[in-house]
């Protein structure tokens, strides 16, 4: 045993050595090596060898090589320090070697305590506090509860009064060698909850998310989850793919929506007041109760260690002292304190808690405050006058939040030594406490303390939270601390709340509409934090301007994922893809000329879209998620309900609101109307269903006892003939029922289902209702005798996890004869009567369906996503057919009216929209194919593409407007060109055809045939009479296009994917061809006579460039070489070798010196003409975060004429300083797999087509 605890275990080592130089470039020794010091596994001799080391990264590598010749205990201390100092990254590639010290054999050791404390450091557990009392009963209650969890997921709750010491007791119960490697080898995981509204709530689980994925060896997700359903499936992969046996503690809960987001099959450990929060949970369930706090013995024990006597020594006033106390740890410790400072004082500390001075205006149930109110006033009476005052700033601090010492110097405007002083006083005190885990410390209160300090000051609450903003304003004058340490941490996070509780209104205002603010907190934070500021103070923002609140909230919305990338974009360029009438847009453009003047880049989107949003009503019904909106079935009225626990109705043509109800005790999850609009029924996580008058707001029926789980949907039949309500649950058995309005209980249960059941709905004719649910099968019900008539085993057409296929929900076509269901990322269609699959619309694979409605009266399909997207679908051809664009999150519900006219969608962005159908259908529909051309003409930029219906379509970039359109052609448009003299456009299709057609008539001046295959590049001579086409059929073709006239290149053996006329050529008649035979071909376009026939490489030729001088040609290759060519002797003057991927793409400079080629891993290297020698590599330093350096292939190229920039386009077009290398800009598209890029003359406008068919035109900002 003795060898493995002295020798650095292999795996240890071998990561130490693998990750030196990323540690050396990054750690700041001296902050690790305190922690290492406080662990005892470094001396202070061995951190001041250390420290003699010149530089920053000297000392690292000297902390590096000490390291090297420790034990396995230094390397978990050194992991620890760096988790502690915020180095997750590097703790993340470290910890796979972390030593296995869960050796049985080293239960007592020191390694199997170092191994607990990295455990729960590494989860957040906090450490005992610095006066610890065990309480060996309840810890061993509550281990034993946990080892209920070895074999099971399920709840454990320790509940008790305020301050009984609860969160002491869970973080000691889990520090157990035994326990966690026989239950939770997986880790422990701590978050603090508190009392949290929604968005603080996600962001606590984001943080939670992050700190999951960052500790697993595989890159974590690209971006946090937008919303709590989200992050709740983010939570349930991580806790039963990468983290099946471990355990969450959620410290301090207060509500029980907070265990919702939890219920995810994990094993769960939570501190709370109430005993009955796990009631609204799935799963095994446990108690420990702490029932009075600390019994007397262990009171006495805490004010023996305090005063630093033994027990049989305390006076008899102890005891009173330990009764008067009432079992809080908070107030004994607080007595205990104030003890160690005046030990004679005992009797006069008794008579300060039998006093009853105080009188609370908010008493609370579950405690009784007098004793700690006493104890309160007790210490606080004793600190010097001056001090009084600076302790009572700390009532402006947030519950569970810790802040340095340094955000206190400024409030107090006192030297950062005077701060510490004063606060070390207030921690021996009792009064503060203190996380010293952190380095700098940070500080926090109890809850109680807090509650106290509020209801003493609660007069001048706005007085305080002013001074703590006029403070800051006077200590950061010239703008916002950006430095990222704790104490800007803290003012980042929490200004805008101290504006809004001191009622700074316009202070508030001007920061929240400012983009420089979005981009530091952005920056710092993450979006976020912001997203939820707008969320949060929406109410106070609207009333100056609702308009910009939304149009900021907007912005950090869509571009969210933007801003998580690594490293951080240029929140401007950003911003100036916002629409012209938007605040954000504004901004931005100013700053942009600005900075364009400093000779900064920055690109305008010209062509944004003329309409803002095709929704023809926006309605706010609800303060959060609205779950659920239907049409009545005249149209005129809609109802909607969700996590406001609300009902509400609505007119559908101005949003006037006609009702209003408290519906139920918990969310409201599905509200419908019965056919003739008269009534309305409600469903909700109280696991009630109601059923209401609609016309005068009363409540009809309640249906309370027979449904055991939540109500997740309700719907009545079609028709009032046989009025019936259909409802399903999370029941295990008894899930589907359907009710009689005219009966007490339901009339039927439809049995089947063994697992939750998500949906129902009727057939059209209501002969049948369909069930889907988590067991992955969708069910088929009669309706007249409840029994089961057909099963669709859905889930068998997945191919991987199937037992973890959950379908949403089902709709019927309007002819009864398909049923149509959503899983996953698929909307499947199946024939009632066969049960065979008919067809599957599979869409993005990163967002899952939410939910998806038939219309009644056309083939239309709508589907609601959780990428905030609604799509609509015709069915009879499988075809896309519009997007409806403008929510801010997760879409939960769609619904055509009866009529199909209109179509409503609502989202966990609190608002329902109303979309014409027509309208959508149409407008959106168009997006193009990345095969194009464009013509500039000085302002005017003319683009041809084929679109998504495979019409030729000719625009104007700049307005958009259409100014030619073909018919839709039978075979698939591979390629075009344009013409300025004679006004033509061609396109080249897949079976070999060439159409010439007139612009704008659009008449057809030529159909050229001859090619076999697919056509796949065209271009017009310089003079317009020539048409020069090649072909996947291994040819060139030089059309006389207006008499037919032509003549055919053969000689390549495989396709041709393009050709250059080479410039300086006499008369213009020479070709240069390139093919995936890997030959370069010279060819005379007069006489059709091969000049030159050169094996350029021995694989797939990708790209070729001809210089600007026509000396020289380059040609890039699937072999990851280019190679530059001679054009006079046709010799190969360099091979220029280093690309480790495919090298896709090549261009010279204007002035023949250079020569940029792109490879597939996104890297771009600059070549010198002159010798062939490597100039620079672009985009090495740093990686975008995506899957490649440029997010995909580099695809295209292009010099400015003055050759000092570069233009580049793979997933995002970039700008490079060719001199320096480094990247100027980037624009972002909505889509990626940009394929090529058009560049204006004077290199200031650029259009591209993404991979969704969406156009781009950017224009330089000067």
Aim: aromatic letters at 8%; charged letters at 25%; glycine letters at 4%.
């Amino acid at each position: 045993m003795c060898s493995t605890e002295m020798v650095l275990e292999e795996g240890a080592r071998s990561c130490l050595l693998r990750f030196r130089f990323r540690l050396e470039e990054d750690i700041k020794p001296t902050y690790l090596m305190d922690h290492m010091i406080s662990d005892g596994v470094i001396t202070v001799d061995e951190e001041e060898r250390v420290k003699t080391q010149n530089t920053r990264k000297d000392q690292a590598g000297a902390l590096i090589e000490l390291l090297l010749k420790k034990d396995n205990r230094a390397y978990i201390s050194f992991y620890n320090a760096l988790v502690k100092e915020a180095y997750e990254d590097l703790a993340s590639l470290l910890h796979s070697g972390l030593p296995n010290v869960s050796n049985p054999q080293q239960e007592s050791s020191d390694g199997s305590a170092a191994y607990v404390q990295a455990i729960l450091s590494e989860g957040g557990v906090p450490p005992r506090p610095i006066v610890f009392v065990s309480r060996p009963e309840l810890v061993n209650q509550v281990r034993e509860k946990l080892y209920q969890l070895q074999k099971d997921t399920g709840w454990i709750t320790v509940f008790g009064m305020a301050g009984s010491g609860k969160s002491v007791l869970a973080a000691e119960a889990v520090r157990h060698h035994g326990l966690i490697k026989d239950c939770f080898p997986g880790g422990i995981h701590w978050l603090s909850i508190g009392q949290v509204d929604k968005p603080d709530l996600l962001v606590k689980v984001q943080s939670l998310c992050f700190r999951l994925e960052q500790s697993l060896e595989s890159e974590p997700l690209h971006r946090p989850p937008n919303s709590l359903d989200e992050a709740k499936e983010r939570l349930r992969f991580l806790m039963l793919r990468r983290y099946p046996r471990s355990l969450l503690i959620l410290d301090d809960v207060w509500d029980s929506t907070v265990l919702k987001v939890f219920d995810v099959h994990c094993r769960v450990l939570l501190t709370t007041r109430n005993r009955s929060l796990t009631d609204s949970v799935s799963g095994a369930k446990h108690e420990v109760e702490v029932e009075s706090g600390l019994v007397e013995n262990k009171a006495l024990e805490i004010l023996a260690l305090y005063t630093g006597m033994k027990l049989e020594a305390l006076p008899e006033e102890a005891r009173s002292i330990a009764t008067e106390c009432k079992g809080s740890p908070l107030v004994v410790s607080l007595i205990g304190a104030l003890l160690r400072e005046k030990p004679s004082r005992w009797r006069y500390y008794l008579c300060q808690l039998q006093q009853k001075q105080f009188k609370r205006i908010r008493k609370s149930s579950s405690y009784d405050y007098d004793a700690l109110d006493q104890a309160m006033a007790a210490s606080i009476e004793v600190l010097p006058d001056e001090h009084r005052d600076l302790y009572k700033d700390l009532t402006v601090i947030e519950k569970d939040v810790k802040v340095p010492a340094k955000v206190l110097s400024v409030l107090w405007d006192l030297e950062p030594e005077e701060v510490e002083d004063i606060l070390e006083e207030f921690v021996n005190k009792s009064l503060l406490f203190v996380d010293s885990d952190n380095k700098p410390c940070l500080y926090y209160l109890h809850d109680l303390q807090i509650d106290f300090l509020m209801e003493q000051n609660r007069t001048q609450l706005e007085s305080l939270h002013t001074k703590v903003v006029r403070q800051y304003q006077q200590h950061y004058k010239d703008g916002p601390p950006t430095s990222g340490d704790e104490e800007c941490l803290y003012w980042i996070q929490f200004l805008t709340y101290h504006m809004a509780k001191a009622n700074l209104t316009q202070e508030l205002y001007t920061l929240m509409f400012s983009l420089n603010w979005v981009n530091i907190k952005a920056k710092i934070m993450g979006p976020a934090h912001l997203i939820n500021d707008y969320v949060e103070y929406g109410s106070i923002l609207d009333k100056e301007n609702s308009e910009v609140r939304s149009q900021f909230q907007e912005f950090l919305s869509l571009n969210g994922h933007q801003l998580e990338q690594r490293p951080f974009p240029d929140v401007v360029q950003l911003a100036l893809s916002q629409p012209h009438n938007s605040e954000v847009y504004r901004q931005a453009r100013l700053q942009a000329q600005n900075r364009a003047k400093a000779g900064k880049l920055y690109f305008d989107l010209v062509n944004k879209s003329g309409e803002e949003s095709l929704s023809h009503l926006v309605i706010h019904p609800h303060q959060g998620s609205v779950h659920s909106a239907c049409f009545s079935q005249d149209g005129t009225k809609i109802a909607s309900c969700g996590a406001s626990k609300t009902l509400k109705v609505f007119k559908s043509t101005s949003g006037e609101k006609l009702m209003d109800l408290a519906a139920h005790d918990d969310e409201v999850l599905c509200c419908a109307f019965s056919p003739d609009g008269h009534l309305l029924a409600t469903c909700s996580s109280d696991r009630k269903v109601k059923v209401w008058n609609a016309d005068r707001a009363m409540l009809c029926r309640v249906f309370a006892e027979e449904h055991e789980e939540q109500v997740n949907h309700c719907q009545f039949t079609n028709t009032s003939a046989r009025l019936l309500l259909a409802t399903c649950s999370n029941d295990s058995v008894l899930n589907v029922k359907l009710w009689n309005l005219n009966r007490p209980s339901s009339q039927n249960t439809m049995f089947g289902h063994f697992k939750p059941v998500n949906h129902c709905c009727f057939s059209p004719n209501d002969r049948y209702l369909s069930t889907s649910s988590n067991d992955g099968t969708l069910k088929l019900f009669e309706v007249s005798s409840a029994n089961e008539w057909k099963t669709i085993h859905v889930s068998d057409t997945f191919t991987e996890n199937k037992e973890d296929v959950l379908i949403k929900c089902s709709t019927w076509t309007a002819d009864g004869k398909s049923v149509i269901c959503a899983a996953r990322n698929v909307v499947l269609v199946f024939d009632v009567e066969t049960s065979d699959m008919l067809f599957e619309i599979r869409t993005s694979r990163l967002s899952t369906v939410q939910y998806c409605h038939a219309c009644p009266t056309s083939n239309l399909l709508a589907i609601a996503f959780s990428n905030y997207a609604v799509e609509l679908w015709d069915l009879e051809a499988n075809k896309k057919m519009a997007d409806c664009s403008g929510h801010l999150s997760w879409v939960q519900r769609v619904q055509f009216s009866l009529d199909g006219s209109l179509l409503l969608s609502c989202s966990d962005d609190q608002t329902v929209r109303i979309w014409e159908t027509k309208k959508v259908h149409t407008s959106s529909a168009v997006c193009l194919k990345r095969d194009s051309d464009v013509l500039f003409n000085n302002e005017e930029i003319i683009v041809s593409a084929a679109d998504n219906c495979n019409r030729l379509q000719v625009r104007d970039g700049r307005t958009g407007a259409v100014l030619f359109q073909s018919e839709e052609k039978p075979s698939r448009i591979r390629c075009t060109c344009m013409c300025r003299q004679p006004s033509a456009v061609v396109l080249g299709q897949e079976d070999g055809t060439v159409q010439v057609l007139e612009v704008p008539s659009g008449k057809l001046l030529a159909t050229l045939l001859g090619h076999t295959k697919t056509v796949l590049h065209c271009q017009f001579s310089p003079n317009g009479q020539t048409l020069i086409t090649s072909s996947e059929d291994t040819t060139i073709r030089v059309w006389r296009w207006q008499s037919g006239e032509c003549k055919v290149l053969q000689g390549h053996t495989e396709q041709v994917r393009c050709f250059s006329l080479l410039p300086n050529s006499p008369n213009d008649s020479r070709l240069l061809s390139w093919s995936f035979d890997g030959t370069v071909k010279v060819w005379d376009t007069e006489s059709g006579e091969k000049l030159q026939d050169i094996e350029a490489h021995h694989q797939t030729i990708l790209s070729c460039h001809v210089s600007p001088d026509g000396c020289l040609f380059a040609t890039t290759s699937v072999d990851k070489t280019a190679k530059l060519w001679q054009c006079e002797s046709w010799q190969c003057a360099y091979t220029l070798i280093g690309h480790q991927e495919c090298v896709r793409s090549c261009r010279f400079s204007w002035d023949s010196q250079h020569l940029a080629t792109g490879d597939d891993n996104g890297e771009i290297r600059l070549w010198s003409v002159k010798n062939g020698s490597l100039l620079k590599i672009c985009s090495w330093d740093s990686k975008d975060g995506m899957d490649s350096l440029h997010g995909g292939w580099v695809t295209d190229l292009h010099f400015s004429p003055d050759n000092s920039l570069l233009v580049s386009t793979g997933g995002y077009i970039k700008w490079w300083d060719v001199k320096t290398g480094k990247a100027l800009q980037t624009f972002c598209p909505t889509g990626s797999a940009l394929k090529k890029i058009h560049v204006s003359s004077d290199f200031s406008t650029f259009v591209t087509i993404d991979n969704i068919g969406i156009l781009y035109i950017l224009q330089r900002v000067v």
